[in-house]
């Protein structure tokens, strides 16, 4: 049986031989590996891309105290982008299932219509939900718009729920009893902050603090999206800075959201601001690309 | 009987399953289209599909169009010979051929020219990739660059043959050819085809070409799995169809779950098993459910049980999830959860749920609903703050009344609530009490008032809070729960709502009850609400349709109808009574004032059909006025009088239908 941390490097070593450059986690919150510059910023325009990266998914509202057997606060994803998708990537996907020990011959796989959708990024894309014997293992999506901007060339993005997957491998019933490491559970690894991480974000985190942050990041963005147009050395201009900031405005709101601060009328407008700073962004990085 | 001569199979990633069917429809159609526009003989013989291919299939397709003969004509004859040697130079011939062509206006150089038919291969070649890509799809899109084409999935390979040859073109970077993909586990990926021998090369690569075969096969699947246990499938025909359409080789397999779940509410178990998992759910002896489920899986079999393993794991923590919600939630009453109703928006020009809440609840008073329906009232909406309704939508309201019956509310509210969104479609049931009708009443009605009051009324394909469905429920509801309930009053004196809702009406009476479309015009023209008299006048004018002096009487209002109207006469004057002469002018009206107490008191007892029968004795009297009276007399206040009668006698005799709607032959 493989340990967590080998299926990691099994996977890894798959697509790192079909061609991906294998980045390392991106050093902000994020929601979902998508949201990584390597992901949101590289689809866009008509450069090719393939890279794989690991993503711890931070969302607040899913956390559970380390109590919910299937329920994470965070959990980690195997992000790949394929960019532009190959004519088999459904094969090369299947392979990377047979690459990690599922015998699909034994097993029952399903691709079922599920296109996503990211209101606070502008983005959306087609695809499926990947089922294997009736688990939802994988994301599989074409994108089709990112930051607002038709995609010019549609990559495809798999993106591998590693928990669930892993303990489909491993056969546990809860995730905290995978084996990361020889000797050693998820549970060892991760439990503590499953917990601590609840209580801050259902229970203590501030509220006006969290608020004033999302005003001070939000405000900072837009002070550099409004800089661009009059800077000289486009080349030179700090899109990804730019871009971290609507990464820090996205997970404050998540965070506001577990604390139950922001009500369902307010919602759709605070989304909309965060849409603006990522739309803003993404157009930022499309126009330096073409310049 | 010779078998197709002409295959396309469109090979594309798995489409889902819902699109499928409208698809292969659209198909058959353009299909059909190309080659009548193409004047080639021939026929669709079968569509169909599996999620990763569309596949047509037709027969008797010639090898070209037949040769065909087109004149020519030139200049006229008259013109001379260097005109006729012009004429024959551009057309390539001599002027020993050309013809003359007789016409009224005199006689022309003409020219037979012979048209060779394309070739059938060539026309299929041309037509074929912009007839793929014309399949309308419900949200397509595009899989390498922006300017490239777009379906619904992407195109991988296309097979099509014509005879045993390949028709040949290119569509969204594929080229046709004869080569079929299998199973993605159980076939080839690349598996040669002909038209004979398609369905059996797919079939020897794991995959069942027809739908068909499909369903039969899980069908049969699941009796040779249930029998003999006790066992019975809950048949459920649209998860069928879904399965059907998610597989190429569809196997049905049986697992179970621990029996303690079944302590759980069986709505809650069916909805996961259902609508999360795609399971059948499978009841026991006396309807009971049992702890087991059908699920079909997309391979030939699960010798290892790995299958049915996996599918039983993740049933299990989806149960505890249940669980969990169920016991979670009680922590907290149904009836402790209204003010939180305050946060939760139902629209945001309309404000919060609890808002909804309040105004619903006034309306059901105004109803007349008693306290067990104003209580079902105010805690309707409460659910939409629980978490198991967060997580399993479907079943708001439903978990509301099962929350409230182990909360100790009265049975009366629990299944108002429980009910309150009923009728789901036009096949579901209305609520089964009356408090539970009149919260769904209540609660639709509100909604619609309050959307078309700030405007947002539903146009062509855009209704986003599905204002129809709820309109057709309001319909449904007061004529199929015989709610003693006048609709027009509650609709606020809102035009458009009223217009809105006679489209319904019209739509229910017409499609749902199968009313002929000039009967319904014609009765609610005559008013239409409240609407259990309008279907009872409905029903008696049906009953009336196919009696003799019906058509003519219908006719005859007609006629008085069109009389009146190009008069310009205005309705309400009275008749004299001295004025009118002796004989049938007086007798018309006779029979009428005869008539009329007798009609009034029918229709007061609610005999429409009795009623009716009256109006229709006053035929002959009809008849025979128009028979010898001039309405258009010379005296222009013998004319007013007549009209003034005439007039009387449809508006009188117009209060079940509006006669002048019905078409008559």
């Not at chain 1, 974000?201 to 900072?220: G, P, V």
């Not at chain 2, 090979?11 to 699109?19: A, C, F, Q, S």
């Not at chain 2, 195109?155 to 040949?168: H, M, N, Y």
């Not at chain 2, 069109?562 to 004299?576: C, D, H, L, T, V």
Request: glycine share 8%; with cysteine.
């Amino acid at each position: 049986m493989d340990s967590y941390q080998q299926i990691l490097f099994k996977l890894k070593k798959y697509w790192s031989d079909r061609g991906c450059i294998i980045q390392e986690p991106y050093d902000v919150e994020v929601g979902a590996g998508t949201m990584c510059p390597e992901t949101f910023l590289r689809v866009l325009g008509p450069k090719p891309y393939r890279v794989a990266y690991v993503q711890a998914s931070r969302r607040p509202s899913d956390g559970r105290y380390g109590e919910n057997p299937n329920r994470l606060y965070k959990h980690q994803q195997l992000q790949v982008i394929l960019k532009p998708a190959p004519a088999d990537v459904m094969d090369q996907y299947l392979g990377s299932l047979e690459a990690v020990g599922i015998d699909l011959k034994k097993h029952d796989i399903k691709f079922e219509e599920d296109n996503w959708e990211s209101p606070t990024l502008g983005a959306w894309g087609i695809g499926w939900q990947v089922m294997l014997d009736g688990l939802e293992i994988t994301q599989f999506t074409y994108f089709q718009q990112c930051g607002g901007i038709d995609l010019e060339m549609a990559p495809a993005e798999l993106t591998y729920g590693l928990e669930r997957l892993s303990a489909f491998l491993q056969n546990k019933e809860s995730v905290y009893e995978i084996e990361w490491a020889p000797g050693v559970r998820y549970s060892d690894v991760r439990l503590a902050d499953e917990r601590q991480f609840s209580v801050y974000n259902f229970e203590l985190a501030d509220i006006d603090t969290l608020w004033q942050l999302f005003a001070l990041h939000e405000k900072e963005c837009q002070r550099m999206i409004d800089l661009y147009p009059d800077y000289e050395e486009k080349q030179r201009f700090p899109v990804l800075a730019t871009y971290d900031h609507v990464l820090k405005c996205s997970h404050l709101f998540n965070l506001l959201d577990s604390r139950g601060a922001i009500s369902v009328t307010e919602r759709v407008g605070v989304i909309g601001r965060v849409r603006k700073l990522a739309v803003g962004t993404a157009q930022l990085w499309a126009a330096q690309e073409a310049a | 009987m010779p078998g197709p001569n002409f295959l396309l199979e469109i090979g594309v990633e798995e489409i889902p399953d819902w699109m499928i069917p409208p698809a292969l429809e659209h198909l058959r159609k353009a299909f059909t289209k190309l080659l009548e526009e193409n004047r080639l003989r021939g026929k669709v013989e079968w569509v169909d599909a599996t999620p990763r291919r569309l596949v047509l299939a037709a027969t008797g397709l010639p090898k070209g169009q037949k040769d065909s003969v087109e004149t020519v004509s030139g200049p006229p004859k008259s013109a001379g010979e260097g005109a006729a040697q012009g004429f024959a130079r551009k057309l390539g011939v001599t002027v020993e051929q050309l013809e003359t062509l007789s016409t009224p206006k005199g006689e022309y150089f003409s020219f037979q020219k012979k048209l060779t038919g394309r070739a059938a291969a060539e026309i299929l070649a041309d037509a074929l990739p912009g007839l793929i890509l014309s399949i309308p799809w419900p949200k397509a899109m595009y899989w390498s660059s922006k300017a490239s084409a777009r379906f619904i999935r992407p195109i991988r390979w296309v097979v099509a043959l014509f005879g045993s040859k390949v028709v040949p073109f290119e569509v969204a970077g594929v080229v046709s050819s004869n080569i079929s993909s299998g199973h993605r586990r159980f076939g080839k990926a690349k598996v040669k085809v002909s038209i004979r021998k398609y369905e059996e090369a797919l079939r020897a690569n794991g995959v069942l070409v027809h739908a068909a075969e499909r369903r039969a096969k899980i069908l049969e699947g699941i009796a040779a799995l249930v029998e003999g246990r006790g066992l019975q499938m809950r048949p459920d025909a649209a998860l069928l169809e879904t399965l059907t359409y998610l597989t190429e080789w569809p196997t049905a397999i049986l697992g179970s779950f621990d029996a303690g779940y079944l302590s759980l509410p069986s709505e809650v178990l069916v909805t996961v098993m259902r609508h999360h998992q795609k399971y059948f759910s499978v009841t026991g002896a006396g309807g009971a459910l049992a702890p087991n489920f059908v699920a079909v899986m997309n391979v030939p079999g699960d010798p290892e049980g790995l299958v049915v393993a996996g599918n039983e794991r993740v049933l299990r923590a989806r149960f505890n999830d249940a669980r969990f919600f169920w016991e979670s939630d009680q922590k907290r009453k149904i009836s402790d959860r209204v003010a939180s109703l305050g946060n939760v928006t139902f629209q945001a020009k309309l404000g919060s749920y609890l808002d909804k809440t309040n105004r619903v609840v006034d309306l059901v008073k105004q109803l007349g609903g008693n306290e067990h329906a104003q209580r079902a009232a105010l805690l309707a909406k409460c659910d939409l703050t629980t978490d198991m309704v967060k997580e399993f939508t479907d079943l708001q309201g439903v978990v509301g009344g099962l929350y409230m019956r182990a909360q100790g509310e009265s049975e009366e509210a629990a299944a108002a609530v429980y009910d309150h969104y009923k009728p789901l479609s036009m096949e579901d049931t209305v609520p089964g009490t009356v408090s539970g009708l009149l919260v769904s009443l209540a609660d639709k009605l509100d909604t619609l008032r309050e959307c078309f009051r700030i405007g947002m009324i539903p146009s062509g394909s855009r209704d986003p809070f599905a204002l129809r469905r709820a309109a057709q429920g309001v319909v449904k509801i007061l004529l199929e729960g015989e709610l003693d309930v006048a609709l027009r009053p509650l609709l606020d004196g809102n035009v458009q709502l009223e217009e809105f809702f006679l489209d319904r009406i019209r739509y229910y009476f017409r499609e749902i009850r199968g009313f002929a479309y000039d009967e319904v015009n014609a009765v609610l023209a005559a008013g239409w609400d409240p609407l259990p008299g309008a279907e009872s006048r409905l029903r008696a004018i049906q009953k009336m349709r196919p009696t003799e002096d019906f058509e003519p009487l219908a006719a005859s209002f007609k006629r008085i109808s069109n009389i009146i109207e190009q008069a310009g006469f205005e309705k309400g004057i009275p008749y004299i009574h001295a004025m009118l002469e002796a004989g049938p002018e007086a007798d018309l009206c006779a029979a009428f004032e005869g008539l009329r107490g007798q009609v009034a008191s029918l229709r007061a007892s609610g005999d429409d059909a009795g009623a009716l029968a009256r109006i229709a004795s006053v035929r002959p009297a009809v008849d025979l006025f128009f028979d010898k009276v001039l309405v258009n007399s010379p005296d222009p206040n013998v004319r007013r009088n007549r009209l003034a009668l005439l007039s009387s006698l449809l508006t009188e005799f117009s209060s079940i239908a509006d006669f002048s709607e019905i078409v008559t032959s």
